[in-house]
T-cell receptor, first 116, second 115 residues
Framework: DAGVIQSPRHEVTEMGQEVTLRCKPISGHDYLFWYRQTMMRGLELLIYFNNNVPIDDSGMPEDRFSAKMPNASFSTLKIQPSEPRDSAVYFC??????????????FGEGSRLTVL | DAKTTQPPSMDCAEGRAANLPCNHSTISGNEYVYWYRQIHSQGPQYIIHGLKNNETNEMASLIITEDRKSSTLILPHATLRDTAVYYC????????????????FGTGTRLQVFP
């Protein structure tokens, strides 16, 4: 199993540009999570999906952020327009249905975003 | 809120046991204690979880107090590669959906293993 795959690993962009981060969850996992990590705020949950449907997006900072999951094997997190304060490492994670296996979240390697 | 309290940092000598405490005084009866760690620049990695009995796997042991208000993660023989941030979270593992506030990782404990 290849694990959770995220792209790009690193992105440097200028303020005002659109940023799209991508995630491929582990096959067979029903849940997908987007987290953001900064030194100041630690690891924050932004949104999570169950069977491609967004369940809770209360962690999404503002309307500039949007996330989609068009199918079970792909999700995107988009920031438009980007701002310097969006600079962070964005992690995607997936898991099986609660109550199956260990219930653990499997994290990707993260996408490090720098907005100049 | 993370619903858990951990010390911000700890040191441990290589080869010795590392005991990382976590306070979860508001834990509910159906909530599990999960431990993850994050090695620099990588995504968090699952270590172990438990409900009320002590648990052990190839990575660590988890000791949960009888009242379940606190737990301790034990790395029996710490190595330099165990230097990481360790997160303790509590959440329900058997519900149909996640309770979002149970997926908050907090700031964790930064464990430094020294030679």
């Amino acid at each position: 199993d290849a694990g959770v795959i995220q792209s790009p690993r690193h992105e440097v962009t200028e303020m005002g540009q659109e940023v799209t981060l991508r995630c491929k969850p582990i096959s067979g996992h029903d849940y997908l999570f987007w987290y953001r990590q900064t030194m100041m705020r630690g690891l924050e949950l932004l949104i999570y999906f169950n069977n491609n449907v967004p369940i809770d997006d209360s962690g999404m900072p503002e309307d500039r952020f949007s996330a989609k999951m068009p199918n079970a094997s792909f999700s995107t997190l988009k920031i438009q327009p980007s701002e310097p304060r969006d600079s962070a490492v964005y992690f995607c994670a997936s898991s099986r249905r609660p109550g199956t296996g260990t219930g653990e979240l499997f994290f990707g390697e993260g996408s490090r975003l720098t907005v100049l | 809120d993370a619903k858990t309290t951990q010390p911000p940092s700890m040191d441990c000598a290589e080869g010795r046991a590392a005991n990382l405490p976590c306070n979860h005084s508001t834990i509910s009866g159906n909530e599990y204690v999960y431990w993850y760690r994050q090695i620099h620049s990588q995504g968090p990695q699952y270590i172990i979880h438990g409900l009320k009995n002590n648990e052990t796997n190839e990575m660590a042991s988890l000791i949960i107090t009888e009242d379940r208000k606190s737990s301790t993660l034990i790395l029996p023989h710490a190595t330099l590669r165990d230097t990481a941030v360790y997160y303790c979270i509590v959440r329900v593992a058997l519900s149909a959906n996640y309770n979002t506030d149970k997926l908050i990782f907090g700031t964790g404990t930064r464990l430094q293993v020294f030679p």
